[in-house]
């Protein structure tokens, strides 16, 4: 099954989310670059060498391609496979922006809000 009616894989925060989880854990940014290319190709420069709409990244990412891109029919869902999909179309800056993954503090140049160090209340002195 390929369909994906509706597109909510591209719109909604937490499938883009689980999309996410799904890069990292199956090490996708060792050649993809967190989607500036290195080994393989970018996601961000808006040229995809098999065109950026959704059902040909779903067969690449099945499918897999010629030299390198492996197949991953047997090892992810046809869910998890559409989560891939819209979270790597909302790098290309593909999907729409009524959802966003979370973010990523490894490409952050100052830590996320809630990591930051606690602000030091200034104490006044108590009044008499």
């Not at 597109?7 to 854990?25: E, F, H, I, T, V």
């Not at 996708?28 to 040909?56: I, K, N």
């Not at 790597?88 to 503090?105: E, Q, V």
């Not at 100052?110 to 602000?119: D, I, K, L």
Request: proline share 8%.
């Amino acid at each position: 099954m390929i369909s994906a009616e509706g597109n909510p894989y591209d719109s909604n925060a937490y499938q883009l989310s689980q999309g996410k989880r799904l890069y990292y854990w199956f090490n996708c940014q060792g050649c993809h670059a967190d989607g500036g290319g290195d080994a393989a190709p970018s996601f961000t420069t808006g040229w995809w060498r098999y065109g950026p709409d959704r059902v040909s990244l779903f067969l690449s990412i099945r499918d897999g391609r010629p030299h390198g891109m492996p197949t991953f029919e047997r090892r992810l869902t046809s869910d998890q496979i559409w989560q891939l999909v819209g979270y790597i179309r909302a790098m290309g800056d593909y999907a729409s922006k009524t959802g966003a993954p979370s973010r990523n503090d490894d490409m952050q140049s100052r830590p996320a809000e809630n990591r930051a160090p606690a602000a030091i209340a200034l104490r006044q002195p108590p009044s008499r």
